[in-house]
């Protein structure tokens, strides 16, 4: 069966530092990748997709990520963060012939200290 | 654009009573919209998708006759939870997906159901 897996379950960093949350899926085939973001008290918000092309995604407030199909990742970044980036970080997966259903990891909550 | 709608937000309601929760697409029309539950500290866990016009799709272990699913519209769906015991106590999301073969799915805010 499918799989997302994210490694780091809490991350903790101070404000500017640089951030990388891990992904890997499980799955052969053609997919479509996604990080979503959940801040305190809020809905689950898209950050950035992948479908196809550049395998290197640049999303909203800064963050980015890079799909390298060799190795089965999506890893999410961001160069300096802030304190207003403190939230929970999914990714995402949906896989062809899967109707659209989406397979999320279990999430990596990232807190950012001033 | 892409906003989706849930509504209530939070219900509290006492044990053996049915919920219903609506799940609205503002500004696209939704063929597809899914429900999801999330627990305490984890994941979102799907429980059906749902298709404008026929029956749900239930994931394994998902109760159907509990929980009744409904996509009268391409705008609307909504989750019916009957004869709510304090173990369905959770938090319920619902996405929706644009019509136009965008795979991407636009979240809820969440409906957080406590039954006492």
């Known amino acids: 069966a499918q799989s997302v897996s994210q490694h780091n379950h809490h991350v903790i960093l101070s404000e500017a530092a640089s951030l990388e949350l891990g992904c890997n899926y499980s799955?052969?085939?053609?997919?479509?990748l996604f990080w979503y973001v959940q801040y305190p008290g809020q809905h689950l918000q898209l950050l950035l997709k992948?479908?196809?092309?550049?395998?290197l995604v640049k999303g909203i407030k800064g963050f980015e990520a890079e799909f390298i199909k060799s190795k089965f990742s999506f890893n999410l970044r961001k160069p300096s963060v802030q304190w207003s980036d403190t939230a929970e970080y999914f990714c995402?997966?949906?896989?062809?012939?899967?109707?659209?259903?989406?397979?999320f990891g279990a999430g990596t909550r990232l807190a950012v200290h001033p | 654009g892409a906003v989706v709608s849930q509504h209530p937000s939070r219900v509290i309601c006492k044990s053996g009573t049915s919920v219903k929760i609506e799940c609205r697409s503002l500004?696209?029309?939704?063929?597809?919209m899914f429900w999801y539950r999330q627990f305490p500290k984890q994941s979102l866990m799907l429980m059906a998708t749902?298709?404008?016009?026929?029956?749900?799709?239930?994931e394994q272990g998902v109760e159907k006759d509990k929980f009744l699913i409904n996509h009268a519209s391409l705008t609307l769906s909504t989750l019916t939870v009957t004869s709510a015991h304090p173990e369905d106590s959770s938090f319920y999301i619902c996405?929706?997906?644009?019509?136009?073969?965008?795979?991407?799915?636009?979240f809820g805010a969440g409906t957080r159901l406590s039954v006492l």
């Open positions: 996405s929706a997906s644009p019509r136009l073969g965008d795979v991407t799915q636009y």
């Open positions: 799955y052969g085939g053609t997919v479509n």
């Open positions: 992948y479908f196809s092309g550049d395998p």
């Open positions: 995402a997966v949906t896989v062809s012939g899967g109707y659209n259903k989406l397979i």
């Open positions: 500004d696209f029309q939704a063929t597809t």
């Open positions: 749902s298709n404008e016009g026929s029956k749900a799709t239930y």
